[in-house]
């Protein structure tokens, strides 16, 4: 068996879902870093990403229309 634990999380009424994911780590260092991260930060890392990740889905979306349209 692979698993270590079943962590069960809340899906509504959670301040903070890090305290559910990772309990080792303190609610003020997560909050210190969420304080942190600036517009520009996420203008610069985050966005990037969340491009490709919706452009790569839209790609394989219209590979499944092709292929099952196919039929």
Known sequence: MNQKRIQQIPLWA???PSEHILPEVNFSDVYLKRKQTSDSIITENF???LKILIYVKKFFANLDYYYYSAY
């Open 14 to 16: 959670t301040v903070e």
């Open 47 to 49: 966005v990037p990403l």
